[in-house]
């Protein structure tokens, strides 16, 4: 018998200057901090049950393409990309391409760099079969 599902999630970005990922997640993304370690700031980004923390970098990224070994994209799903790329336009975030359809995956989205160079994407599925909130 397997163990019982995990319950929450969090996923740690390493920065070389965490104090302007945490304006940039608190403030620019509305991120709620929920618990402030000193050297990590941890944001909720799914409720109680998915999690984002920014950790001081112990030195320089090695790689900027995160679609190569190593990598890592932070998706954020919404319904409203275009609200959210709008907002992140208007607050000066760097914008990779207007939000676009991807049909053969079924979604809306665009990308964006955090002040550490992370690349995020906001998505929204446009096909059924993906877990509704809650």
């Given at each position: 018998m397997?163990?019982?599902?995990?319950e929450q999630q969090?996923?740690?970005?390493?920065?070389?200057?965490?104090a302007?990922?945490?304006?940039?997640?608190?403030?620019?993304?509305g991120?709620?901090?929920?618990?402030?370690?000193?050297?990590?700031?941890?944001?909720?980004?799914?409720?109680?049950?998915?999690?984002l923390?920014?950790?001081?970098a112990?030195?320089p990224?090695?790689?900027?393409?995160?679609?190569?070994e190593g990598?890592?994209i932070l998706?954020?799903?919404?319904p409203?990309v275009?609200?959210?790329h709008?907002?992140?336009?208007?607050?000066?975030?760097?914008?990779?391409?207007?939000p676009?359809?991807d049909?053969?995956?079924g979604i809306?989205h665009?990308?964006?760099?955090?002040?550490a160079?992370?690349l995020?994407?906001i998505q929204?599925?446009?096909r059924?079969g993906?877990?509704?909130p809650?």
């Open positions: 397997p163990p019982p599902p995990f969090i996923t740690f970005l390493y920065a070389e200057d965490p302007a990922c945490r304006h940039f997640y608190g403030e620019v993304l991120l709620t901090l929920v618990q402030d370690q000193g050297f990590a700031a941890i944001f909720a980004t799914g409720g109680s049950r998915a999690f923390g920014v950790v001081q112990r030195g990224r090695e790689a900027r393409h995160p679609r190569h990598g890592v998706t954020l799903v919404t409203e275009a609200a959210w709008a907002h992140l336009a208007a607050a000066g975030v760097p914008i990779e391409a207007p676009a359809q049909a053969t995956t809306t665009f990308f964006f760099r955090d002040p160079g992370y995020l994407e929204r599925f446009d059924p993906w877990p509704e809650g």
